[in-house]
């Protein structure tokens, strides 16, 4: 399976930045793609951005324009850039891996990484 660990969370001020960081045990180019989801208490867990094996991009309308995904194939992470945040921006971020192996989707999913935004 493919293994996923988050990291770069932490505690920032309104209006700051963060940058996440997903290392993945296998290569990222082996994956449909890959994607950023949180949940905040209470909430569904959401989509926030998502990358394709062939580097097209989308965001959740909330975070486009503040947020950015990328990814690094040599170093085998993605990551997601966060400026300008708020404080609803406040959640448990996970890194999403889907690829196809033999026509079975497989999904994978981070431990999830704790994101805080207040004054």
């Known amino acids: 399976q493919v293994q996923l660990v988050e990291s770069g969370g932490g505690s920032v001020q309104p209006g700051g930045s963060l940058r996440l960081s997903c290392a993945a045990s296998?290569?990222?180019?082996?994956?449909?793609?890959m994607a950023w989801y949180r949940q905040a208490p209470g909430k569904q867990r959401e989509l926030v951005a998502a990358?394709?094996?062939?580097?097209?991009?989308n965001y959740a309308d909330s975070v486009k324009g503040r947020f950015t995904i990328s990814r690094d194939i040599a170093k085998n992470t993605v990551a997601l850039q966060m400026n300008s945040l708020k404080p609803e921006d406040t959640a448990v971020y996970y890194c999403n891996a889907e690829r196809v192996r033999n026509g079975i989707p497989f999904t994978s999913w981070g431990q999830g990484t704790q994101v805080t935004v207040s004054s």
């Open positions: 296998v290569s990222i180019s082996s994956m449909r793609a």
């Open positions: 990358i394709t094996n062939g580097g097209s991009t």
